[in-house]
């Protein structure tokens, strides 16, 4: 048991040194090349998959709309789903095209795989963006898309930011994660010169990657699952932090678990697909795609010396229960690290102030929730999708004003 447990805690110390310098090491020895801005020449296609969403799809498409692009350069489509609202009247109203997917439609990587066989077939588009329906994007993210494509990047990741981050703690520590997942995620990649991660929104394809591999997506995360056809294919993702994109995040605690808990699910299907085929090519997107999979599977490792620790010390505790405040001292120690590792993300972005506390404050209790939602996951069968209902029809100038405002000396007082 001994031998079990210590390696055990080898792995999970060599997987947590790997993150922590993948994270860390871009930032600090290493400044992040911007993308030379160029003459406005591609030809772009926006990508929305829509289901039930006719409260928010007006404001997107509004956004895109008034992007600062030449206009005959780029074209709207929403590809509405399975829907039971307005949607599609609310996307034609606000000036969208509607692109309809045929068969049957599981997930949103069925919808992709089908408008993008649809738009390459038609020859008119260097390049596709993909935008959830309760995006808001800004102005200048098409531009940015140009100038990534004309540096020779056929795949790019845009900057995923909150349009509510002070709805609430669980709206708050999404968006924190969601800043934590483009800077020291992407951004200290793009600094290493590795490949970046897609994450969901705010993404980029061109027409000629879609024609070499397609949208073959088939597990409920294909942002992830495309990142490693990428990788497989040796096509590098871009990262574009100038392609800002605003994401609604749930107020529901519980809402936050089952979305969650389908990204871990989904995560692990990944790793059961690729794992065996990423690990036979040698190259490094493809051996950090590998780690991204097996995260979920790591954390689980990790416990079992933490479980290991915790047996051999109990007889210890309870013959000296007064030890317990040691426990305690270590928990706080931990709530406050967390505190503080989202003050920072918060103070990076310049929205530390009063309204952030929320999310600062309940950010430790996010991130320990994780781990029940892992071990669920591996435990139980991939779970259907699940609808999550968006409501903040707001307006993209209202969240940059609000944005500005948080940045000015005297925020939040």
Known sequence: MTIFVTICSVIATLFTIYYLFTSFAGLLVKKHSPIPRQPARSRIAAVIPARNEGAVIGKLVESLLAQAYPRALFDIYVAPNNCTDDTEAVARAAGANILHVEG????????????????????KYDAYCVFDADNLVEKNFFQAVNDALAAG?????????????YDGWVPGSLTAFYWFMSRFYNESRARLGMSCHLNGTG????DAVIRQIGWDTHTLTEDQEFTALCALN????????????????TTSFWASCVQRRRWTAGSMQCMRRYVPRLAKKHSVACLDMMMLFLGNLMCIIGLVPGIGTALGLLPFFISHPWRILALVLVGGAYYLAC?????????????????????????????V??????????????????EIRHTRGIDRPDVE???IADREPDAGQ
């Open 104 to 123: 049957p439609i599981r997930a949103k990587g069925d919808v992709l795989r089908g408008a993008f066989a649809q738009l390459s077939a038609t020859g």
């Open 153 to 165: 990047y056929q795949v790019g990741q845009g900057y995923r930011d909150s349009k509510n981050p």
């Open 203 to 206: 993404i980029m394809v061109s």
């Open 234 to 249: 040796d096509i590098k993702v871009g990262w574009m932090p100038n392609a800002r994109i605003y994401d609604e995040q």
């Open 339 to 367: 505190c503080g590792a989202a003050a920072v993300m918060y103070r990076a972005e310049g929205r530390l102030n009063r309204r952030s506390l929320p999310g600062v404050f309940g950010f430790p209790i996010f991130m």
């Open 369 to 386: 929730s994780w781990m029940p939602i892992n071990i669920f996951a591996c435990l139980t069968p991939p779970p259907h999708w699940r």
């Open 401 to 403: 004003a609000e944005a």
